[in-house]
């Protein structure tokens, strides 16, 4: 009996429909938190050289942040820690000039 092959299981349409809109959704999410994180990877950079238009990128980078948090790419509050962060350490480089 445990040798016996069981027929592949049908999937409704509905489950194919939420299969592809899923898979849609994911590669968006996906381009949304990549464009996110090199945002932040740029700011963070000038923060590590002590350049002075990082504080001028600060704004672009938070509102890259709410955008991905906003489409659903991040959550919100981890759209929230990373602002602060990079906040805080933008505030922090700019008192050591």
Same mark, same amino acid.
């Given at each position: 009996?445990?040798?016996?092959?069981?027929? *592949?299981?049908?999937?409704?349409?509905?489950?194919?429909?939420?299969?592809?809109?899923?898979?849609?959704?994911?590669?968006?999410?996906? #381009? #949304?938190?990549?464009?996110?994180?090199?945002?932040?990877?740029?700011?963070?950079?000038?923060? #590590?050289?002590?350049? *002075?238009?990082?504080? #001028?990128?600060? *704004?672009?980078?938070?509102?890259?942040?709410?955008?991905?948090?906003?489409?659903?790419?991040?959550?919100?509050?981890?759209?929230?820690?990373?602002?602060?962060?990079?906040?805080?350490?933008?505030?922090?480089?700019?008192?050591?000039?």
């Amino acid at each position: 009996m445990s040798q016996m092959k069981k027929a *592949p299981k049908k999937r409704s349409k509905s489950v194919l429909k939420r299969q592809r809109q899923s898979a849609v959704k994911r590669e968006a999410n996906k #381009a #949304a938190r990549s464009r996110m994180r090199t945002a932040v990877k740029k700011l963070r950079t000038l923060l #590590a050289e002590g350049k *002075p238009e990082a504080k #001028a990128a600060l *704004p672009a980078v938070e509102a890259e942040i709410d955008r991905t948090s906003r489409k659903g790419g991040i959550h919100w509050k981890t759209a929230a820690r990373y602002k602060s962060r990079l906040a805080k350490h933008t505030a922090k480089t700019k008192k050591a000039e």
